[in-house]
């Protein structure tokens, strides 16, 4: 027991108590060696660290300010109108005025002064008050059908026998399934 004990002693001294090696001239030269070595290295991993230190604190600045831009927006957006409050503001500073929008709109369009495109104007805009615009509607098929690819070596087929091949495959076509409508195809049955 007394020996773990003493290897673990020696082994911490080791660890703690620096190398003190010395000779006539002082410090071995192999020492110094290996002392100045870790000193540079220390040095180089610190100014590596300083520098990535400095990099990634401007990073950060960076994400920072963009952080900044985005609360400020966000701050801006919430405290913003909706549009049915928009539209509250605009009608009540109508009826403050006595101005009704549609009315000025319908005595433009009953002065000869105005021309006939801003007149049509006009009447489109109000005409969307009253008649709803069209939307367009999707239309979705689904076509099936076949389709025949020929190849023909010219070069080994004379012309009687090319017109022969392509009579041959029109005659053995049944029809076009696909244009018929439902009460044709089942009319013919």
Avoid at 110 to 134: G, H, N, R, Y
């Amino acid at each position: 027991m007394s020996s773990n004990l003493t290897i673990h002693v020696s082994l911490f001294i080791s660890l703690v108590v620096p190398d003190k090696r010395t000779n006539a001239a002082g410090t071995p030269k192999q020492v110094r060696k290996q002392r100045d070595a870790k000193r540079a290295r220390c040095t180089r991993k610190k100014l590596k660290a300083e520098v990535d230190m400095k990099q990634a604190q401007k990073e950060l600045a960076k994400v920072d300010s963009e952080l900044e831009v985005k609360k400020q927006f966000l701050d801006v957006m919430s405290k913003a109108p909706t549009p049915a409050e928009q539209r509250k503001a605009l009608l009540a500073l109508f009826a403050e005025r006595g101005i009704n929008p549609i009315e000025e709109l319908l005595t433009y369009t009953e002065d000869p002064d105005i021309k006939k495109m801003d007149k049509i104007a006009i009447w489109k805009e109000l005409a969307s008050f009253t008649q709803p615009k069209l939307k367009s509607v999707d239309v979705q098929a689904t076509m099936t059908g076949e389709m025949k690819i020929m190849t023909v070596d010219y070069s080994k087929v004379g012309k009687s026998q090319l017109a022969n091949m392509v009579e041959a495959e029109i005659i053995e076509e049944t029809g076009y399934d696909e244009f018929l409508s439902e009460e044709d195809k089942h009319g013919d049955n």
